[in-house]
């Protein structure tokens, strides 16, 4: 039987409150698939740890998580105690160190509910965002000089490598042959004209080799204006570290909603764990409310189970979301009553 260890990481804020809906949920559909046994391992890691112990995690939490097959991640940060690049620090940390270069961020409308979009429903609300999240405009690179003098200066170095973006192209082109191949490529390469007229150089050079799948590149600027009025032009999106940041908030948002976005953080090559988070943060604002919607969480552990190899419980979960949204049932961020207990519930209740 396959046994998979899996930490779960529930952060701050909502994180826990979604994160215990997405483990009932996936433990459920392992359940159902009989053969399939799940181990769970919760960290108590965040800002009560930090409260503790100074640091929000452990001094040696790459090891710790190091052995796990997996690691489901709620969400982290809580700026009114801690500064967020302090508390999401080990975040990117864990991608990073991991090499979980690939993030993969659906935006797909589900039947039953309306994007903010009008005008365009589930059939043209339906493309995926594949973020560069290994290096890019997040490696932890440069200083602040002359500090707190009028001369103070900053200087933030982005750092692209031939192997790390033609790799993420890579992944894009075999994602595109399964779906409706077409790859955009987004950078800012008419005003950046080192690191992203590499990116294009490369999509130049693979474009050939990937002769079935559509390739295109697009501004950054003019990206995000398209997805707005034409969403359904797009398929897989791949993009570089922070453009794929912004893009998927504007994803999420036109497919329905942040509560609904999930994503990975995949090591490919599975030398690593790879982890799966909500596209949301810990909404300090809604936070202890039980309102919080668990179905990014929820669909983020279903795809944990697709990368686990394990596509009929990953589809389990998958149907019993869709159905349950076209029910009806909704939390207040889809203009419902529902607690994010009885959103698990519904989900649930589905499963089959
Ligand atoms: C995300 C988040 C993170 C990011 C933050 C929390 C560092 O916005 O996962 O999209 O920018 O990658
Ligand atoms: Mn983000």
Redesign the pocket.
């Known amino acids: 039987m396959p046994t998979f260890k899996i930490a779960v990481y529930p952060g701050d804020g909502i994180g826990p409150e979604v994160t215990a809906e997405a483990v009932r949920v996936l433990t459920a559909a392992a359940k159902l698939e009989k053969d399939l046994q799940l181990e769970y391992t919760e960290l108590p890691w965040g800002i009560e740890y930090w409260k503790q112990h100074g640091r929000v995690v452990p001094a040696d939490f790459l090891h710790v998580l190091r052995p796990f097959d997996a690691i489901l991640l709620g969400a982290?940060?809580w700026p009114a105690l801690l500064p967020?690049h302090e508390t999401?620090s080990p975040?990117?940390q864990i991608r990073q160190a991991f090499d979980q270069y690939a993030c993969l961020r659906p935006a797909k409308l589900y039947r039953g509910l309306k994007s903010v979009l009008s005008g365009k429903g589930p059939d043209e609300i339906d493309f995926v965002v594949l973020r560069e999240n290994s290096e890019g405009e997040?490696v932890d690179n440069g200083g602040r000089l002359k500090r707190g003098t009028p001369d103070e200066f900053a200087v933030q170095t982005a750092v692209h490598t031939r192997r790390g973006v033609e790799r993420i192209m890579r992944y894009g082109y075999e994602l595109a042959r399964k779906r409706r191949k077409k790859l955009t490529m987004v950078t800012k390469s008419n005003a950046q004209r080192h690191a992203y007229v590499l990116w294009d150089d490369i999509l130049a050079e693979l474009a050939p080799q990937y002769p079935d799948v559509e390739s295109e590149r697009q501004h950054c600027d003019a990206c995000a204006m398209n997805f707005v009025r034409w969403p359904e032009r797009f398929d897989v999106v791949v993009a570089s570290n922070l453009f794929g940041?912004l893009l998927?908030d504007l994803g999420g948002v036109l497919a329905g909603g942040l509560g609904l976005a999930p994503?990975t953080n995949t090591n490919p090559e599975r030398n690593f764990p790879s982890m799966f988070?909500p596209?949301h943060?810990s909404a300090p604002d809604i936070a202890g409310r039980g309102i919080a919607n668990p179905i990014a969480a929820i669909l983020s552990a279903a795809m944990l189970l697709d990368h686990l190899n394990q596509p009929a419980a990953a589809k389990r979960i998958r149907t019993a979301v869709e159905q349950t949204l076209l029910s009806g049932a909704a939390t207040p961020d889809l203009g419902g009553r529902l607690t994010t207990q009885q959103m698990g519930e519904a989900v649930l209740k589905t499963l089959a």
Do not use: A, I, N, R
Request: charged share 25%; proline share 0%; hydrophobic share 40%.
């Open positions: 982290v940060g967020d999401l975040l990117v997040y940041d998927t994503s988070e596209v943060g």
